[in-house]
């Protein structure tokens, strides 16, 4: 009989040690220029965390490509355990309505986004697109008319997404003012509590009169759709409003994201005369800058993990806050050679500019049809457009969570 042997285990091998909590304050930011912080958590690791400057506790900040993409699409991650949780965030304020989409997990989500979806298909952009260029000749025509110089943002690169979006939702022209207004409240965190607080109390009480005002609709805008599917019982009215309220402050992220991209090609002159002298190269050349422009200050929503998931020999344990940064994804070295480059010869459609997974930005199609106008005729009408002031002293917009410059000072 063979002698028995007993193999002694040592003793368990320790966890690795948890990096350390980073307080990140977004401070004043320069231009187009990539978040510092930012960068140096990005060199630290591919895990690291962060304690921003409201809510509760710290989180995990995850910066790669490849698990900014994994993150988003694994359900153990979840928004709606985030929606009830008082989070490390930078807003000050943090009171997400109930039946929101952008906090909403699998199977709502679906049966949210899916009440508005016919609004947001290839063919409803097509049929928007000959309205949205004559809206944008309009303004192009008013501001040639007045004359050089102009604020290119105050003349055509906020009305233009303004008026789009409230195409798109079914808003009518005498109001559209007064909710803009309303949206751009809400996403700056300079006002405070209170005055976000009004500010989406005005938005969101609209919104619900116009839902109600539009059960027996079976007209195409977002506002008919979400009126008609409260009618039919798919969904409730108070969920109607909170897909609504996002949509319609969606257009803010046009107008930044085009007065970044303006702002690029107006102080490289490189990059535009590539744009003049090549029209087939816009389409490639708007997806880098989507890719390269920082779209927000520090990081976006936060979620929660509703299990242990162990990530790069580190384990993230179920209730820990989870951030992803689509800013760091854009800018992984591993997918993107030479990273902090423009290239417009590159292949950037791996970007993640408008998220990732099942909260991909239902506004994606439009934002990119408005993108492509503003790009192609702006170049064309104005060959000469040029920046009016020194680079220095565009003002961009501080203490706001999307960035952008405030006014673009435009000659031609």
């Not at 806050?321 to 290239?343: G, Q, T």
Request: proline letters at 8%; glycine letters at 8%; hydrophobic letters at 40%.
């Amino acid at each position: 009989m063979a002698e028995e042997t007993t193999t002694l285990a040592g003793p368990p091998s320790p966890e690795p040690a948890l990096p350390p909590v980073r307080d990140w304050h977004a401070g004043p930011l320069v231009g187009t220029e990539f978040e510092p912080v930012l960068a140096e958590l990005m060199r630290e690791g591919p895990l690291t965390r962060i304690r921003l400057p409201h809510g509760e506790g710290w989180a995990w900040l995850a910066t790669r490509h490849d698990d900014v993409k994994t993150i988003t699409n694994d359900p153990r991650f979840s928004r709606a355990e985030a929606a009830v949780r008082q989070v490390t965030r930078l807003a000050p304020h943090f009171a997400p309505r109930p039946g929101a989409l952008a906090w909403a997990d699998q199977p709502d989500h679906n049966r949210l986004r899916h009440a508005v979806s016919a609004a947001y298909t290839v063919s409803a952009v097509k049929r928007l697109r000959p309205r949205a260029q004559e809206m944008l000749d309009a303004l192009v025509d008013d501001m040639v008319r007045d004359g050089s110089p102009a604020d290119l943002v105050a003349r055509v690169l906020e009305p233009f997404p303004i008026s789009v979006v409230c195409e798109v939702m079914g808003v009518p022209e005498d109001e559209r003012r007064k909710l803009h207004d309303w949206t751009r409240e809400i996403i700056s965190t300079a006002g405070g509590a209170d005055a976000a607080e009004l500010a989406k109390k005005g938005l969101f009480g609209w919104i619900g009169q116009a839902v109600r005002d539009r059960r027996d609709s079976d007209g195409e805008d977002v506002l008919s759709l979400l009126g008609a599917a409260v009618r039919r019982g798919e969904l409730g009215e108070e969920e109607a409003v909170s897909v609504a309220g996002p949509l319609q402050i969606g257009g803010e992220a046009v107008t930044n994201n085009s007065g970044q991209m303006f702002y690029l090609l107006l102080t490289r002159p490189d990059l535009l005369e590539r744009l003049r002298s090549d029209p087939a190269s816009r389409p490639a050349a708007i997806e880098e800058l989507l890719r390269h422009i920082p779209h927000r200050a520090a990081v976006g929503l936060p979620r929660i993990a509703t299990e242990d998931v162990d990530l790069h020999g580190v384990r993230i344990r179920a209730g820990d806050a989870v951030y992803v940064s689509y800013l760091a994804a854009n800018r992984d070295p591993e997918v993107f050679a030479d990273p902090d480059r423009i290239d417009f010869d590159r292949d950037a459609d791996a970007h993640v500019a408008f998220g990732n997974g099942p909260h991909f930005c239902t506004g994606a199609v439009f934002s990119r049809m408005q993108l492509q106008l503003l790009i192609d005729t702006l170049l064309d009408r104005l060959p000469g457009l040029r920046l009016d002031v020194p680079a220095d002293e565009v003002p961009f917009r501080q203490r706001t969570m999307i960035r952008g410059p405030l006014a673009l000072p435009v000659a031609w």
